[in-house]
């Protein structure tokens, strides 16, 4: 029984397996037993066989001779049988352990290959997820980039407009300047090309008057 209880502990999950070898190991002991029960049965009748013929002729001291001898055989044998039951119950036993110890390695074994098999995946599926992060920071510093282009585009171009609007301001008034000094210099020629045309007038009309006779 302790064998037995020791199966169902070790095993744990292994239920099936541990069912089997606690089955296996009663019929080992239930043979054990029969064969015990022969055995004792078998010496009982050997020392029957050998006892008997000594009854008829010695009397009571014979008869008390055949008891004594008959216990001794039969202690004999029964410590024969212990010690056939030690040996027999030691070489089941030492059988259970190694079938335990095999057992037990192969469950370790399983266990190991779908541990080592969860950390293969497990790593497997943390370098893809540091391959996604990877790639997810490229694109990330890509666009900041790309904005931070766009942004240096954004102020250049503010920058030119800026810089086109002082430009226009400053060509509109040399324009403005340029226009009233143009008109005012139009202007003032035009005065003295009046002045100087109403001159040759009047000088060309006094010498008609003159070659007419009128003055």
Same mark, same amino acid.
């Given at each position: 029984?302790?064998?037995?209880?020791?199966?169902?502990?070790?095993?744990?999950?292994?239920?099936?397996?541990?069912?089997?070898?606690?089955?296996?190991?009663?019929?080992?002991?239930?043979?054990?037993?029969?064969?015990?029960?022969?055995?004792?049965?078998?010496?009982?009748?050997?020392?029957?066989?050998?006892?008997?013929?000594?009854?008829?002729?010695?009397?009571?001291?014979?008869?008390?001779?055949?008891?004594?001898?008959?216990?001794?055989?039969?202690?004999?044998?029964?410590?024969?049988?212990?010690?056939?039951?030690?040996?027999? @119950? $030691?070489? #089941?036993?030492?059988? *259970? %352990?190694? !079938?335990?110890?095999?057992?037990?390695?192969?469950?370790? +074994?399983? =266990?190991?290959?779908?541990?080592?098999?969860?950390?293969?995946?497990?790593?497997?599926?943390?370098?893809?997820?540091?391959?996604?992060?990877?790639?997810?920071?490229?694109?990330?510093?890509?666009?900041?980039?790309?904005?931070?282009?766009?942004?240096?585009?954004?102020?250049?171009?503010?920058?030119?407009?800026?810089?086109?609007?002082?430009? @226009? $301001?400053? #060509?509109?008034?040399? *324009? %403005?300047? !340029?226009?009233?000094?143009?008109?005012?210099?139009?202007? +003032?020629? =035009?005065?003295?090309?009046?002045?100087?045309?109403?001159?040759?007038?009047?000088?060309?009309?006094?010498?008609?008057?003159?070659?007419?006779?009128?003055?």
């Amino acid at each position: 029984m302790d064998a037995t209880g020791d199966v169902i502990l070790v095993q744990g999950g292994g239920s099936v397996a541990a069912t089997r070898q606690t089955s296996r190991t009663m019929k080992r002991t239930a043979n054990l037993q029969e064969r015990l029960q022969e055995k004792s049965h078998a010496v009982g009748e050997r020392a029957d066989a050998v006892v008997a013929p000594l009854h008829g002729g010695a009397g009571g001291e014979s008869e008390l001779a055949d008891k004594a001898g008959k216990s001794q055989m039969l202690e004999d044998a029964s410590g024969n049988n212990v010690s056939l039951m030690r040996t027999m @119950l $030691r070489a #089941m036993l030492h059988e *259970t %352990s190694t !079938q335990l110890m095999d057992e037990q390695k192969k469950m370790l +074994e399983r =266990l190991w290959d779908a541990l080592m098999g969860n950390q293969r995946m497990t790593t497997q599926m943390m370098g893809e997820q540091l391959e996604m992060v990877r790639q997810l920071q490229q694109e990330v510093q890509a666009v900041k980039t790309q904005a931070v282009e766009e942004s240096r585009k954004v102020d250049e171009l503010r920058r030119l407009h800026e810089q086109s609007t002082r430009q @226009l $301001r400053v #060509m509109q008034e040399q *324009t %403005s300047e !340029q226009i009233r000094t143009t008109r005012e210099q139009t202007t +003032e020629q =035009l005065k003295i090309i009046r002045e100087q045309t109403a001159q040759n007038f009047e000088q060309m009309r006094l010498q008609v008057m003159k070659e007419v006779g009128i003055v």
